[in-house]
């Protein structure tokens, strides 16, 4: 079935519902960035498969918003369907209620007057509905409706909610007990005046409980929500993913099991005066059933505390077990990386006639991470994007677009892996031969961006938001930059996207601590050529305390030369000149003990001081 | 009448309205940063007379919270009253509704449930209302009065309301006729879906009807409202400040006068859908007028937009004629700095008999500027602070604290004047003879961070909270800051401190535009030693346009020599000495020409490269 049969179908529904549009976010209930295949309802409808991405239907007409990492994806998945391309944060681009206000005023049918718009309220957090809600009044009065699913009666292969295996994730790594988890969970929420709440993101989930799953892919988690009242803690969870070995932990621990499609119920029950519901986390539809509980008088009003979860900040500031599993996880993630850099670098230098492509190279990488102990997957879809396909900043190689690479240019590869003990993501921009004099000055820009965060010191407390530049300001005096945010945090045997905390250019309150993963990665890409990112993921450790307070610094945790064949060395300050050899002898000696004598002699090279 | 005969009466107050707290802010009903002295209620009370501060008074405790800028000044001002001092940003300081909750708990009438707290709603924004009465709410449930102003009834001698004569800002100056600016405006509000506003900040009013006035120190601007509607322009005004000839202008602008205390009248008698009211300019009061219109039925429901005056970013883009009287008024600034660094520098070397204090030095140089053309008085009260006295930010001498000069260490000298033409602010710290070591090597980074900011690209429309850190990271380096925001706008002969736009390291949405004008003044200040802050004011310009948008650049608008004696050159990267000895030649090309022969001499000396 094709896109343009799946848009009539839709199209039907509407006409039958006297629905103006339908909208179709990229997330699930549980507001997760990756989602499992039941929730690509936007994928569904559109053909584009971006991570983030909505798509919005008229009667006539049909638009789909993402971001730059996807510009050129898109373009090229959403060909011959419908689907005009709309490019967020660029110059001109509508918002979806302003694109809405005027698609509905041309089409409005001449005697009946359908203004209402559909989006499933399960599937966008209650910021983002709200939000909708009163954008969408403004553009002559559009209203939203959020208790519809258009897909349910016209996706019929729909894929059921995945029922994979629980397991139990060991304290020798967690560092801390759910139990003591929940007394601070408890504390926290008393502090913000909450009796209880609901607890929806997956990551945050399996923190609390010390429980990992697989339904999401790369992700190791698992669908559920976390109910806490002063009393009980509840878990909404397909029962058939937990073994007899499970059941006994959670009972152990005080957790009561309920199916997931009870979580309603669940806060209908909530006996209590307070709940938090963090608004950016919980979906729309939850939030009504808390809202609308006073009306019927079987149960007291329960007050919506609105504030951000505790369990985010909790879960981002590691403990000592958690960053000593970071630093055996990098170990292992480093010794892969130089063995996979000296077979790459061999093969480019030694002329060698065998046939490599984007992805072979990637599944030579997954190989040699796998031979590393407690190794459990991929982190994300690796990006290797040879030349101009590096410049496509979210680019996965298939079948169809895989080239063979030659002894030339810029390979870009974005990677990680998810061990046992801790969850890795780095990117090498690696020269395979010749570059030209731009491939060598973007390189260098890019560099000077990432050195110039590894340097930073700032006070404790400081947003990503105002750190940033310090990866951008070297490209800004030569009028480029990139449109992606310069850092994220990094989960346990987790998500390798951890929130909230970040370094962008847009404003993120969350403040920056000791304890916190981050990683540095700008980059530079000019479509149709090149593109370089350099990404190392840094621990935030105490500095220096003194009259003007506590001061932080990063340490990389990433073990893994920087190619250095690229560098314009003319272009770096001496302190980046230092960090570099600083860092380069650090990856000797910590790798070096773990290496064969060859290994050991292409690595001292790649490490010398420039 | 003492401070503590004050809080006696005032409580008299209370127990009769059986408040439990009395809050008392520091701005009037226009949300002025600097007030007329009928609105100085919080200094009359507390007794400190900084231009940021709240005190709160309950019946049997007393506090007052201020920011970094006044920590020295207000314990100072404070000793000898009930008040605690409360430092703002300063970890362990509670908030106003924190330490509430936990004062009126411990003190709370055994028999009575006194839990009201009273506020003057006029006196503070309906976001400053709006998130008191949410923070209250949670300690205990405290509930907030805003009807009631508690000064009323004891400040006996309470200054009138200015009334001061209005004058017409020529348009050569202004640049754009108030008919042109209400045309934008009207059109600006059709976008936000707004029929008119109420406009309430005393500088959007006087640069909406070019007009200024001389109500509140230093700042010419006039205590009034202006109400628009979509066909007619009111302006709300104590009518003896307007002479025939204004009166005339304004007819011919087709602005209608109505008298200043029946603001509330005119929003009562509004008749359009939708009024725009900036949350963060508008008091509670006024707002609170329009809310609760609908519920007499003699006018129609009106629905405010809660959204930024779009007035704030018109003032704040320069036009060319403003840009032009900017570089004309910061000529004659730079004359007379010159000219008054020259003399101060021969007092310090020559070793002279005169006496000199921070106030025979803040005279002098008014006396200089006071020559130059189109001079009108001083920006803001000049901060003149030898060593030790340097390092309290807002630190103004009085007759009391003044000190004499010695030819040794640093005067902190910050300045500006009003020209018709123009308004400056400049700090230059000036080595007065020998330093330390320490004194040099905090001079050195404090420059650092200015000529980072001066050299700093960024994309139009970045946020000044993400370029702040390039003023901070060299000091960061070395465990030092400064808590205070490192750049603020300026006004066309208008307010010295002209927002929203800011550098700062908490969120100012408010993007930088070209055609701003933006301070840069890091400092540092080391209490009981010395301060160092070296400040010009940018104008912000096209740099580049690339595949990746518009760039902006900044341009010193301020000409005056930086003292090159207490520099440590060795700190300072090929970059920034280049800046520093571009930037003095310029000064120099500049000036000469309009000064004598041994001004002359001494300038191409203290413009010489380093």
Same sequence: chains 1, 2.
């Avoid at 609901?198 to 929500?225: E, K, Q």
């Avoid at 450790?541 to 610094?553: D, I, R, S």
Wanted: aromatic share 8%; hydrophobic share 35%; charged share 25%.
């Amino acid at each position: 079935m094709n896109i343009n049969q799946r848009l009539s179908d839709l199209r039907e529904v509407m006409q039958r519902e006297h629905l103006a549009a339908c909208i179709f976010p990229s997330t699930d209930p549980h507001q997760s960035e990756y989602v499992a295949d039941h929730w690509k309802g936007r994928e569904w409808i559109s053909g584009f498969n971006g991570s983030a991405g909505t798509a919005v239907v008229t009667m006539t007409s049909a638009a789909l918003w993402t971001d730059s990492r996807y510009f050129l994806a898109a373009e090229e998945q959403l060909k011959g369907t419908e689907f005009q391309l709309m490019k967020l944060k660029i110059e001109g681009t509508p918002t979806i209620p302003e694109w809405l206000g005027k698609e509905i005023m041309q089409s409005r049918h001449p005697k009946e007057d359908w203004s209402e718009v559909a989006i499933d309220g399960r599937c966008s957090s209650v910021n983002e509905v709200k939000g909708l809600i009163a954008d969408l009044r403004k553009e002559n009065g559009i209203t939203l409706r959020t208790n519809f699913d258009p897909l349910k009666q016209i996706w019929r292969d729909r894929p059921a909610i995945p029922e994979h295996r629980v397991e139990i994730y060991p304290l020798a790594y967690a560092g801390e007990s759910c139990h003591d988890k929940m007394v601070r969970i408890r504390k926290a929420l008393r502090e913000r005046h909450a009796d209880g709440m609901l607890m929806a993101a997956l990551d945050d989930i399996a923190w609390t409980l010390n429980l990992r799953g697989s339904d999401v892919h790369c992700n190791p988690v698992f669908v559920s929500y976390l109910l806490i009242d002063s009393k009980n803690v509840t878990l909404y969870i397909n029962k058939v993913k937990l073994s007899s070995e499970v059941m006994d932990y959670l009972k152990t621990e005080g957790v009561r099991v309920e199916d997931y499609e009870l979580v309603e119920n669940g806060l209908k029950k909530y006996f209590e005066y307070n709940i938090l519901l963090d608004p950016n986390e919980v979906n729309y539809r939850l939030y009504e059933v808390v809202k609308n509980k006073g009306r019927q008088n079987d149960f007291p009003k329960t007050e919506i505390v609105e504030e951000e979860s505790p369990v985010k900040r909790m879960k981002t500031v590691k403990n000592e077990r958690e960053i000593a599993g970071f630093r055996s996880a990098m170990l292992k993630d480093g010794i892969a990386m130089v063995k996979f850099l000296k077979w790459l670098k061999a093969w480019s230098s030694d002329n060698s006639s065998e046939s490599m492509t984007e992805i072979s190279v990637s599944d030579k990488l997954e190989a040699l991470r796998a031979e590393q102990p407690l190794f459990r997957g991929i982190s994300f879809d690796t990006i290797a994007g040879y030349q101009e396909h590096g410049a496509i900043v979210h680019y996965e190689a298939t079948p169809e677009t895989d080239v063979p690479l030659k002894p030339a240019g810029f390979l870009l590869l974005d990677s990680g892996a998810q061990y046992l003990d801790g969850t890795t993501d780095i990117t090498r921009t690696i020269a395979l031969g010749p570059l030209t004099e731009e491939q060598k000055r973007v390189y260098t820009l890019v560099l000077k961006g990432h050195i110039q965060i590894e340097l930073c010191k700032f006070p404790s407390g400081a947003s990503g938001t105002q750190i940033d530049i310090l990866a951008r300001e070297a490209m800004w005096r030569e009028g480029l930059n990139y449109l992606h945010g310069t850092g994220h945090g990094v989960g346990t045997y987790l998500n390798v996207h951890e929130g909230p905390h970040q370094f962008r250019m847009e404003w993120k309150p969350a403040p920056l601590i000791a304890g916190m993963t981050i990683t540095d990665e700008p980059g530079i890409y000019l479509a149709g050529k090149f593109g370089v990112r350099i990404e190392n993921t840094l621990l935030i450790t105490p500095y220096k305390e003194t009259e003007f307070g506590k001061f932080l610094q990063f340490e990389s945790l990433t073990l893994c030369p920087i190619d250095k064949e690229p560098i314009v060395k003319e272009m770096l300050l001496q302190e980046e000149i230092d960090w570099l050899n600083q860092y380069h002898q650090h990856v000797f000696d910590t790798l070096s003990p773990h290496l064969n004598e060859d290994e050991v002699v292409w690595l001292r090279e790649a490490c010398a001081a420039i």
